[in-house]
């Protein structure tokens, strides 16, 4: 550690920064792409606004956040990597540096399971998603007869849905923005599961002996409408969940009329590096100094995803998108994602303020 915290309960540097993010108030905005991959970021951020200039934002922990305006809407994305895991530091590091409601869309990559509904190419958008975690109690290195076991090796969740408001705004974006003569469908009517690893919990089949040789098939007759398969998006669903069904008695009393919250503070290792909306050019650093103040206590967070069939798990010929098709759906598939953002109502009084941010007209 470079520096010795005084706060490991959450870890925020001297000047505000989120520990694992690099973020600090002011550098994110209420309206969030979030995606797996650097490079996807980079795609969708090409469709910013030319002013304000964007700003990116590389942490030491791998996380990558370019923040801008589209169609004058503050908007970020934000590029976490793979897992579960991931997908908890930024929901819940950000949620502690936005003011007011969150509104984040998942553009990411999947499994299909059916691949007659979903073929490759197809985006979905999933209405709920379940759980599937591996069983760390189950024997393992025995034989695979799991019906004598008394544990299954797999855990399957019940579903957790997104927003149907949201849902119905990325669907319809992604139709308005996908160009007339792609071949790729838009289903809105499957759910996800979402699995711990890649392997094991996916029914990939390794010479490790992880039991999961019926694990698809177990899958699709035991969850309806089961579609898709990846990593994340479950984590998302049931954190905003969680968030929004707080009772009243697990919301901070703050003491303050406009209901924020004072996180707690400390200082710590995180250096970020601040550039601009081109890697070429210099680093810069920004003249915010927002204090830490966080959510307003009756915040919301609303979510929802769009799935970008990438593998075909169930064909026979176990179908794979290939790289031109991958960047084509990218690029409508970011555009669709963000017309639904911006589409997406958000109260005045649930937006983080404008003045001292990077997406600031008046300080730009």
Request: aromatic share 6%.
């Amino acid at each position: 550690m470079k520096d010795k915290l005084t706060d490991a309960n959450f870890p925020r540097t001297a000047d505000n920064r989120v520990y694992h993010l690099g973020l600090k108030p002011g550098e994110i905005a209420n309206r969030i792409v979030t995606v797996g991959s650097a490079s996807r970021a980079l795609t969708i951020a090409t469709h910013f606004d030319k002013e304000p200039k964007t700003l990116r934002v590389l942490s030491e922990r791998g996380f990558q956040t370019i923040t801008g305006r589209y169609k004058g809407v503050p908007i970020s994305v934000i590029s976490i990597g793979m897992g579960a895991p991931n997908m908890d530091f930024f929901i819940r590091e950000t949620r502690e540096i936005i003011i007011g409601d969150m509104v984040v869309v998942r553009l990411g990559s999947c499994g299909s399971l059916n691949h007659t509904f979903a073929p490759v190419g197809t985006v979905v958008v999933p209405k709920a998603c379940v759980s599937i975690t591996r069983n760390v109690d189950f024997d393992f290195g025995s034989l695979e007869d799991e019906a004598t076991k008394g544990e299954r090796a797999y855990r399957i969740s019940k579903p957790v849905p997104d927003n149907s408001e949201l849902h119905k705004l990325v669907v319809s974006s992604l139709e308005n923005a996908r160009p007339l003569d792609s071949q790729s469908k838009i289903v809105g009517e499957l759910v996800n599961a979402s699995a711990d690893s890649f392997y094991s919990s996916q029914g990939r089949l390794t010479s490790f002996p992880d039991h999961n040789t019926h694990l698809v098939q177990e899958l699709l007759q035991e969850v309806k409408d089961l579609g898709t398969l990846e990593m994340e998006t479950f984590h998302l669903y049931h954190l905003a969940k969680c968030w929004n069904n707080r009772s009243q008695s697990q919301v901070p009393s703050t003491g303050s009329p406009s209901g924020h919250i004072k996180p707690p503070l400390t200082t710590g290792p995180v250096q970020p590096v601040l550039l601009t909306s081109s890697p070429s050019e210099p680093p810069k650093s920004t003249s915010t100094t927002a204090p830490a103040l966080a959510v307003n206590a009756d915040s919301k967070i609303h979510v929802s995803a769009a799935q970008m069939v990438f593998a075909a798990r169930t064909s026979v010929d176990r179908d794979f998108i290939t790289p031109e098709r991958v960047k084509d759906t990218e690029e409508w598939g970011g555009k669709g994602v963000l017309e639904a953002l911006i589409a997406y109502h958000i109260p005045d009084k649930r937006i983080h303020p404008e003045k001292g941010t990077v997406w600031s007209l008046e300080d730009a």
